[in-house]
């Protein structure tokens, strides 16, 4: 096999070729989608729609890629592969389908693992995400519209065959209703509370409530399914950097400092709210030298359209145009940590945005070069500009346990 692509354990994703180990090329998560192509006469690897390798081998016809899902001692769970696939090892006799979406993410088309026409199946659906029966609107099972086992229906969510709703996460969604089945968990009384600044708390909530689909804390991505998706079924706050809109998600899933106990009630609460202040200072650090910023920097950094706060990555690291963060990283007690790195992988969205590479060794030194002088601008500390000084002449590669931020010591 002349290719191949291997997330591990770990969140790592490795690119073999020829026998010969090209490294970590990027990070990998279980949402993530892959596709290895032929583009212009070369092999192009690209994670999300985003190049993440490119191959110096020459391709071979037909290209054959070794997508191995598994590692020792553990398994990969909710597996979608996309492409003419065939081969692996063991006994199994599961069927791989290749699911074709629409601009939301759910699937209208679903192919068996031969590619062929005779044998695709189609889905249709309401805007809110119910259904049409094959016997709808001269919808046929000649055409494809007949049963399948595919459980991944409205916006890529699993639906529950017994009660037919869908998962999203935080909570349930009824399609037949267009609402979800159980309020929003989000509190904008308690985050306004929370708070420090009044006049802040008061512009919070009053740009939540002059949202009126806000006042339904049942409906479904503000009552508008064609334009928005809700990822999770929990409201992610919006804040503004350099003048763009951002959002901002923070996960649920927090845990203890020792990394054993999982967050809940008021200490979940505690922990979102300074992960969220970090997060917060770090934008207002950012926001304060717009006027210093030339329009090239202010574009690039705006690449950036969203910060999450995620506990199922092993390190942070630009996700298409998503900055995503590790819950040891986002509450660092360092000021100066966030909003570099900010800045930083903002360049990597950037990268991604113009369709450069942005990973590997040469992105990196890329980004920091992009990252010092708005440090100095920004009136850092001589300590983190020489950093990225520094990572600007020599890069670096895989995030690595030196690269972290240390874990406060519990006494």
Do not use: C
């Not at 970590?24 to 892959?34: A, E, I, N, P």
């Not at 016809?61 to 492409?83: M, R, W």
């Not at 999203?168 to 267009?178: E, K, L, P, V």
């Not at 060794?361 to 000084?389: C, D, H």
């Amino acid at each position: 096999m002349e290719f191949a692509l291997l997330p591990n354990s770990d969140g790592n994703l490795y690119v073999f070729e020829s026998g010969a180990n090209r490294g970590v090329v990027s990070t990998y998560t279980t949402v993530d989608r892959f596709r290895v192509a032929v583009e212009g006469g070369v092999v192009k690897y690209r994670k999300n729609g985003t190049l993440v390798y490119t191959s110096t081998v020459a391709p071979t016809y037909p290209l054959l890629v070794d997508a191995g899902l598994y590692h020792n001692g553990g398994t990969q769970s909710n597996v979608v592969i996309s492409g003419n696939l065939g081969g692996g090892s063991g006994g199994g006799t599961a069927a791989i389908n290749w699911l074709v979406p629409d601009q939301l993410g759910t699937p209208r088309m679903v192919f068996d693992q031969t590619g062929a026409l005779a044998n695709v199946k189609r889905h249709d659906y309401l805007p809110f995400g119910e259904e049409l029966d094959a016997d709808q609107g001269g919808r046929t099972p000649a055409l494809g519209y007949s049963g399948d086992t595919v459980r991944q229906k409205f916006t890529l969510k699993e639906r529950d065959n017994e009660t037919g709703l869908d998962y999203f996460g935080a909570r349930y969604y009824a399609s037949m209703q267009g609402r979800f089945t159980g309020a929003d968990p989000y509190d904008i009384n308690f985050e306004r509370q929370m708070t420090s600044d009044p006049e802040e708390a008061e512009d919070l909530f009053r740009d939540y409530i002059f949202q009126p689909q806000h006042w339904n804390r049942y409906a479904y991505a503000l009552n508008n399914p064609l334009k928005y998706v809700d990822p999770d079924g929990r409201l992610e706050y919006e804040t503004e950097l350099l003048g763009k809109k951002i959002k901002v998600k923070i996960s649920d899933n927090l845990k203890s400092e020792n990394g054993k106990q999982k967050l809940k009630g008021d200490d979940l609460t505690k922990a979102q709210e300074k992960i969220k202040q970090n997060i917060d200072n770090a934008i207002a650090k950012i926001n304060s030298g717009q006027t210093q910023l030339s329009s090239e920097q202010i574009t690039a950094i705006n690449s950036m359209k969203g910060i999450e706060v995620r506990t199922d990555i092993p390190y942070p690291g630009m996700n298409g145009s998503t900055f995503q963060m590790t819950q040891r990283y986002s509450e660092t007690d360092d000021p100066e940590t966030l909003p570099a790195a900010f800045i930083h992988d903002s360049f990597h969205a950037d990268q991604n945005r113009r369709g450069v590479p942005s990973s590997g060794r040469e992105a990196e030194k890329q980004a920091s070069a992009f990252t010092v002088p708005i440090l100095e601008k920004l009136g850092m500390s001589n300590r983190i500009i020489e950093a990225y000084r520094k990572d600007a002449k020599e890069g670096h590669g895989a995030w690595g346990q030196k690269t972290r931020p240390p874990r406060k010591k519990t006494p």
